[in-house]
Each structure stands twice: as C-alpha cells, then as structure tokens.
C-alpha cells in the first residue's frame, strides 16, 4: 500500500516562497507520477501543478505559472512543489497525489489514486 506524506507548509507574508514535500513510502514503482492539488476555504480542489511519471512532462495552472516549479527525485521517492511570489489566493490546504496518467491528462484528480493527507499554506500579511 502506497502511502503519500506533505510537509512544508505554512504561514508566510506574500511574495514569500515555500517549497513543499511529498514523501512516497510502501510499495510503488521506481518512477512515479505526481500532482499537487489546493483547497481553499468553501472552495472545491483544484488542480496546481503535475510531473509525468517519466519526468518529461509538466503541467500548471494558470494561475501558478511561472511562479511554481514542480519536480520529484525517484531515488528518494520525494516529490517538490516550489512556490515563489506566494500571493494571498494562493492560500489553501496542498496536497499531493501520485499516479501514472498519460500526458494528456494529468490535470484530472480522478487521474491519482493515492492521496496525502494535506499541508496547510497561508499567504498573509
């Protein structure tokens, strides 16, 4: 059983950066896709940011690009979300899942099937 754990949240003015992690532990493949999705209050979760299980294609949202760097490192089963320019609307509950969709459709939740229990990140000054 896979099982996904976030860190690296928290409170921060705008224009701040924080750099969040997902470590992947039980059994999983050697490569792995990952997504980030964010819950604001009242609000649904959406989708951030996601990297192809081969490493060779990403995906952000609109709102975060060029502001947010997705990556992850197979040997350590860790998956990153820098975030730079943090803005107040970016404030949200992050979480991270894993899961092998093809390029095309990597923004999609239903597309992971295993999900982290999520980090809070508030952006206020």
């Known amino acids: 059983q896979v099982h996904l754990v976030e860190s690296g949240g928290g409170l921060v003015q705008p224009g701040a950066s924080l750099r969040l992690s997902c470590s992947v532990s039980g059994e999983t493949a050697s490569r792995f896709g990952m997504a980030w999705f964010r819950q604001a209050p009242g609000e649904e979760r959406a989708f951030v940011a996601a990297?192809?299980?081969?490493?060779?294609?990403?995906a952000y949202a609109d709102s975060v690009k060029g502001r947010f760097t997705i990556s992850k490192d197979n040997v350590r089963k860790t998956g990153y979300l820098q975030m730079n320019s943090l803005k107040p609307e970016d404030t949200g509950v992050y979480y991270c899942?894993?899961?092998?969709?093809?390029?095309?459709?990597?923004?999609?939740?239903?597309?992971?099937?295993?999900w982290g229990q999520g980090t809070q990140v508030t952006v206020s000054s």
């Open positions: 990297i192809h299980y081969t490493g060779s294609g990403t």
């Open positions: 899942a894993t899961g092998s969709p093809i390029l095309s459709n990597m923004r999609p939740a239903a597309a992971y099937g295993t």
